[in-house]
């Protein structure tokens, strides 16, 4: 597709299982970001990949958090035992490399639940 | 380690007013801002941004901003407001002191245009 996509769209998951949300790029997007933003909060910086240099994950709030992209491609952030606080809208961002690409480009997110 | 600040939690309107929208920044180098735009259960879409150039941007929606390296300002603007945006609005900022240096957003500012 040409935007950026996000599954599943919504997550509904009980307190202590581990989840993965999946992001895919715009193609040929060198650098990807995951955020998280709490209801009607702001944004939340979490991980920063950009192409094949080692990421910026100084925002990932606890050690449960981590992150992987294959391929300089798909990126999927996992929660391992998750917390009540982890329920968020998790958005992932794309953006590309080299003049007049420096706008990021939103996925819809995956809404996270965790009764 | 650069950061935005974004003072007001919400801004209110009258429609066919002024509005503005604040943004403060701390960056190492010279700043790369943006200005995006979150309407209700949709994602984030782009308004504008300022890399170079001249220092007043404009963007999408009638929408512009500032650049004030003084002041270190990237305020929103637009002449007339509509009730149409009211939404929730970020405002964000890279470095150029590296091309691999993340975009961090503000905490967002809530604008509602009454009619």
Known sequence: GAGVSQSPSNKVTEKGKDVELRCDPISGHTALYWYRQSLGQGLEFLIYFQGNSAPDKSGLPSDRFSAERTGGSVSTLTIQRTQQEDSAVYLCASRGRGPGTDTQYFGPGTRLTVL | ?115
């Open chain 2, 1 to 115: 380690a650069q950061s935005v600040a974004q003072p007001e939690d919400q801004v209110n309107v009258a429609e066919g007013n002024p509005l503005t929208v604040k943004c403060t920044y701390s960056v190492s180098g010279n700043p790369y801002l943006f200005w995006y735009v979150q309407y209700p259960n949709r994602g984030l879409q782009f308004l504008l941004k300022y890399i170079t150039g001249d220092n007043l941007v404009k963007g999408s929606y009638g929408f512009e901003a500032e650049f004030n390296k003084s002041q270190t300002s990237f305020h929103l603007k637009k002449p007339s407001a509509l009730v149409s945006d009211s939404a929730l609005y970020f405002c964000a900022v890279r470095d150029d002191v590296s091309s691999a240096s993340k975009i961090i957003f503000g905490s967002g500012t809530r604008l509602s245009i009454r009619p």
